[in-house]
């Protein structure tokens, strides 16, 4: 039989009894953002708090495909107590292609989709409602996420495909 993982309200370290935060942000591609949906369910399985940030249009594509359960919450249903599920615009309305404009929808990832997050973390961090972040887990393909843990003063781990 295997081990038992460690209990997370205790892996938090800070003896305050809180669990654990994790905020998971995954490339804004159906493609990565389907494992970190995989990667948040085990996390709050494990005692995190999940904050789980996607965009508007890849949640839109999600839900329309019948691939989720519709509605504002993709992990509804999922028995996923302990994750939170917030949209952020990548900075395109919901009908722009963002295939066909594959340079100009790459540059607002870069450049628009970090000031949004920022924006919400500031927001969801600093309500009465969520515990302070105690990481910030990203996609491989981003850059940025590295400043904004600095900013939120909780380390950061890349995890590949996510």
């Not at 019948?66 to 249903?77: E, M, Q």
């Not at 997050?117 to 887990?137: F, K, P, Q, S, Y």
Request: hydrophobic share 40%; aromatic share 8%; proline share 7%.
């Amino acid at each position: 039989m295997g081990q038992q993982p460690p209990d997370a309200v205790s892996a938090n370290g800070n003896g305050d009894g809180k669990r654990p935060h994790a905020v998971v942000i995954p490339y804004p591609l159906q493609g990565h953002v389907i494992p970190a949906v995989h990667l948040a369910l085990r996390l709050a399985a494990r005692g995190f708090a999940v904050t789980f940030v996607n965009t508007e249009s890849v949640h839109r594509q999600i839900t329309s495909g019948g691939g989720g359960h519709g509605g504002d919450d993709i992990f509804a249903g999922a028995g996923s107590g302990g994750i939170r599920y917030e949209l952020v615009s990548d900075g395109f309305p919901l009908g722009f292609d963002r295939s066909l404009n594959h340079d100009q929808y790459m540059e607002g990832v870069l450049h628009v989709l970090p000031a949004h997050v920022d924006e919400l973390l500031r927001r969801v961090v600093g309500d009465g409602d969520a515990a302070a972040a105690t990481c910030l887990v990203a996609d491989t393909f981003f850059v940025w996420p590295a400043t904004l843990a600095r900013k939120l003063g909780v380390p950061k781990y890349n995890v590949p495909n996510v």
